[in-house]
């Protein structure tokens, strides 16, 4: 038992001191630096927020994601660090991480896909909730927008769920006015200056949706010219949401004024019906 | 054999109980470990269920793999350091474990992706036991959602088993009230006024499934303006799983409306058949 | 050569019997670790075997599989301890075993989804043999499920050979009772009340496929409404692989219920023909 | 020049010597490593060809194979070995085979995909040469099985060359009996039992081809029930490859049956052609 | 405590300074090196602004994020130096900067990716604000192209986002003179050299629209001969975006001249109407 | 400057000399393996065009893309080594050889895959310069096969430029004879037995293009059984390339037959026309 | 203080001096290295400019291209020396351009793989300035071929820009004459031999166009059969770009010589018309 006495206990001592002190610094480090990372992301938020008009709900979800990406790459580094003084090697705990990473990577791409274009769509406008929109080949209202999936109201009432990687080419009918566009097919016999006419005519009167529309409706001419029909195009720039209500209301004046005008072409000419 | 005495017996007995005492080090800090990871996942696990209003099944079942998950890579982390405190270099477990997670990276990054969606779709509401949706093409009620497969019951019976990775855009029918479209198309000889309102109504009175009813039948207008057919929309909003048979009443009572309308024109004027 | 007598040979012997001697530990915790990695694996699917229901079989597979993969990982950190014992950098073996691992993670990455994919089609329910299954766009009767193919007969007497890395959404066809399903497409100008009154009526008798129906036939209504045709639809719950039985002799009543009413109306109205 | 004095002779022989040897140990550790893999391969595949009844070319081609790939690991080793003890570091040698081998992993995927593929198109049974099979889209007579490649002699004389990796799903038309499968559509205003009769006892003598039938023809029912047509269909089992014969005599003596009954309705009623 | 007068002070004193100074010439190198790879990059996008005729914009917008992807990797990296400097080795850091770096890999290649097109899609002039462009299978207005992502306004009033690595095949319809493109189909009876002069006379004149036309419009011949139909061509080179103008009136004026062409035939043969 | 006397010139020199002779000895070494090298490449390519019967250009073309890759591999293992005999760690080297092996591994994969399957299209015989082939959805005569791409004449005088990575599935339409295949539809109304033996008869007589047909032609019999139309399909072997030739003789002689068919039935019977 | 008298200033200065002439020697040898590669670049292009007859613009552009990646390479390699000169480990540096090179290689390879085929397609004559190509099924006139993409003209007017890794079966239309196709379809009444010598005939002068052709035009017989109309082919070899004025003025002429034959049909059997 004599090798005990052997032992340089004052060396022992200065090195347990020394791992403290180095425990107490790498503590200290990684506070300082959580802190200074806080802060930072915080502020750049703020300004942000004040330049980019940003809600206060998205930009306080992605300063909690990104002060958590800090937190746990942070947090990595110290333990990792503290293996180290133990004189563990700290391959084990890397090899340990890269296993798991390695499995993220292939398996939970995914996943990380979706973060990361959720962090965008919640940072740029591109979509908001209550935008009529066209996403993943899916329409709909816009009814929620999150860090992993976007949910979409359907016309038929169903939620679409579409996790944010899907989103990618992103059709928001909600910017701005938009285009009623009605084609009216005739047939090729019958007399174009004057149909065109007629079907200006009609549309001049459009009754109550006449309010809904910024400009037109104006004809703009022969979009096809078939060997049995000739079809005429009807253009209107509407309000945002309205261009349904007028494109019908469009469509049934044509009719009103083409079933109008048949008849007073029969009355005319009674003996020459279904010519 | 005189080498025999020349070991320094102390030395050997002192990394001796080095060793012992490492190696318990090891254990106590494995154990440590795991039961505070294990209260940090039981803890969080809990409060998401209060906050969340998780179901007592669902959060178990992640509960257990976050736990294992968490075991796997203790177990692996401590191996290794157990490995390296005899003085066997790491780097062929390392390399082991390197092998086998590479071939799981390429091969069975399926598997994981399965996994990483099945925790959410257990986490979040997007789909629950006994919803109408529809997923990857195929729709049905959800008989279960696992942590690998999902299965939906089809319409006719069969029993459809879904890896979660292929369970992307989500279309839950059931989540709120839902509409029924149905479109009719008539002759474009017709009238087109009275034509709308004998269709409107002949919605006002649905009979028995009126109560299913949230909001209309309207007649929404002009739907469609071929060279020889009008289409006319009807829409209303119907109680959720309902719209089926809302749907099927709106046609039947449409098709026997212009049934004896066509009667009455045709007793009004015996002579003018089949126009 | 004086040389020679300059070598430690007390030296010598002690390396050499310390590699023995580590040899020996090596081998020692070679055959400890498989032994106890079996006897978990044995263990483990015994306890599958009991409460998930394997077939002996299916387990005797899986067990086999796991064994195999247990044994080459350990054969492999074998050969590398052995390596390094002799003072040979295991570098050059790493290296070799990781240039086969990245052929293999690229190349035949098929081959192990296969085989993951093959695994959790064995260890749980979703095709047994004898199933009626559509995997992979191909349906059939499931033959053989292998670790790496699954063998499925089709209609028409083909022998399909399927990856199982292939079988993703399973629709599996035996599972519970299935549905029959016919659309009868009627003129538009038929009675409609008489029409569905005249199927159901029709359906009530089917003669000797009444015992493998569950529920039905009923007719719910109507399904499209074009300008000619309506479509009237009528469904019946029926025993699993019967619904096509039942399918035809729907079919067949209807019509045959159709031609009398014809008859008896064209008897009533003789000068009438084909209206 | 007196530095050439005060080398260490004696040191620099032992080196030169401890070399050699070393070099010996690594060639005879090389050969013995394949001697021993060799005759492992071999006798694998001997007991493989036994139970698995594979032909001898087949095995000769595999056996082959893999002792390509056992010496072509060896021989990678063996070099890295002796790059070092000529105190060369092996990161050079390895890099330059990393570099090759990640080119190889991306480029060169599907060269291996191919061989992993054919590997085990050789090993099981799923095509044979003289199979009608269809894989990859593409059907005809396979005429050879090769590791990279199989060819297949399409139908209208074409040569496939199909690369082992794209034949994922096989369609083997060789295995066991095929089905004859006939729909014939017949208008709707015939009366239904007396075709099915018609046709049933058509389908009875089906002359020369009856023996290439193992069962039916026999009529199932009605497939389809449009408005104007109702689809009979009738089904046999029949020999392989002989599917098509049998399908073409089952739809003349069908043709003729109905000719014939034609005839002698017309005959009876010869005011009331072509109704 | 008398370990403490042990202490060797002076070289304390002595690495203390030295890491000082390590300190000083790592910023000092650091500021250095951002001010040359600052001043650097500013040149460069001075030289390619004056050469290659960039917008200032456009520009400031790519100099900004060159200037901050300098910047990140030169903190990346002299954090590295620091942690080294303190004795920490510098693995921990790269090993969380790996994973990171190897989510991003795989999860956010997507907004990289997008990044990279962005940035030539900025310094080549593929398309600008006001230029009308197809891409990704939309058609519209550019109203703004960024580094993620770029803004299109559809004809119809939609907005739509596109994430620029979307942007690969770029439609440009707003450089250089279009061609607008009539077929026309007359009945294969009519004869062909009366008809293709008189569509080359009716083009002759075009009323306003002739001003928009650089060349034709010319008649090209008979572009298609089906059994009923004869479709001959007609091609004129028009001003940017006013090929529709130019297309609608030629259908217009080819049509008009088609009605008095029959008109006067059917004077001329008053008594052979409808052939 | 004292201090350049206590340099040790002996050493210096002695280590000059050492790098010298290592110098000599790893250029030796590089040129010998070089050597070896491309006289194991030579001769197995004179072994392989020998067994293998390949032409002249495609084994010299392949003997210097190996002898290229050897020289490569082994010129950058050289510069390593050097690098390392002077000292400067060959991590550096490596570091920027792995920078551009990345950067080639994802971008320039499609290059090294075109290269690989490349060689064995020419190392194989699927395709020669002269055959009509089917590759990546194109057909047309290989003008060229060439190690990166592969050059084909379409029908109408396109040069095709395949890269060889497309080519996957090759249809080799120049191995062997070929089959002419001829569909006749023919109306539901005809008698069955006459119109096949009229066919037959027809086909008998094929004029100068008999000496093309190997075998046949021969009717197969009713290929498809519609409600308006029987399809009877004709076979006939055919030397290869000419089988368009013999197929358009065939539809030439059917036609003929029929129509002098007709004929005769018509003078038979005069008034009955158009039946 | 006294620890400053302490230092070894001859060492010190030593090192300075070593440093110093390692820093000369490193820039030396990047000098030289640079010079070397150049030249290499230089003369191998120059070769490849006299052999393969490319374009002195195309060399250049390919010329600086290689010069800019060895310049970056050198650099790199010459950074990474300095830093380890001055005792700073270059794992930091390397680890920061292997996150850049990893972002680098998943987030634009698409950039890479674009400049690696436009190096090849610049090298290699497959598009030409002016060729009329079809390319990523888009097709017009080359206007420009770019490292990263090419500018195609659309006969529309639209300019392309396709990203160079889109181009893989390159179409050019451009080599080698053309061959004109005209398919006829005629009713199935028509007699044949009559109908394929009044095509022939019709084909003897087409006017103009008959120095466009290079070979035919030629009836080379009947290509389709369908139960009402025939089909006749007519093909001719043309001049480069001149297929569609030869197939226009073909159907041109065939309509001729049909309204002809037609019109002296009726001519001789006045009484028959419209038969």
């Not at 947090?75 to 391959?91: K, R, W, Y």
């Not at 990473?101 to 209550?130: P, R």
């Not at 709909?140 to 579409?162: A, N, P, S, W």
């Not at 200056?193 to 910024?214: F, M, N, P, R, S």
């Amino acid at each position: 038992m004599n090798w005990l006495h052997s032992l340089d206990w004052g060396a022992i001592a200065l090195n347990g001191l020394t791992l403290v002190g180095k425990l107490l610094i790498a503590f200290i480090a990684f506070y300082i630096a959580r802190a200074i990372g806080r802060r930072i992301i915080a502020q750049s938020f703020l300004k942000m927020k004040n330049t980019k008009n940003i809600s206060s709900g998205r930009s306080h979800t992605l300063e909690k994601l990104a002060t958590n990406v800090l937190s746990y790459v942070l947090i990595f580094i110290l333990v990792t660090f503290i293996a180290e003084m133990f004189g563990l090697s700290p391959s084990a705990l890397i090899a340990g991480a890269g296993v798991v990473g390695l499995a993220i990577g292939f398996g939970a791409q995914g996943l990380v896909s979706d973060v990361v274009t959720g962090f965008f769509l919640l940072l740029e406008k591109q979509i908001d909730v209550g935008d009529y929109v066209t996403v993943a080949a899916l329409d709909g209202i816009v009814e929620e927008v999150g860090l992993r999936t976007t949910q979409i109201r359907g016309f038929d009432g169903t939620l679409y769920f579409i996790p944010n990687r899907n989103i990618t080419d992103v059709h928001n009918h909600s910017r701005g006015n938009m285009r009623a566009l009605v084609d009216v097919s005739i047939p090729f016999e019958d007399n174009m200056d004057e149909t065109i006419k007629l079907i200006q005519d009609a549309c001049a009167d459009l009754g109550d949706v006449t309010e809904l529309i910024k400009e037109g409706p104006d004809v703009v001419g022969v979009e096809d010219l078939s060997s049995s029909l000739v079809t005429i195009r009807v253009i209107a720039k509407t309000e945002n949401m309205h261009q349904w209500t007028v494109e019908r209301q469009i469509r049934k004046v044509i009719k009103q004024a083409m079933d109008e005008h048949k008849q007073s072409i029969e009355e005319e000419t009674p003996g020459d019906e279904e010519n």
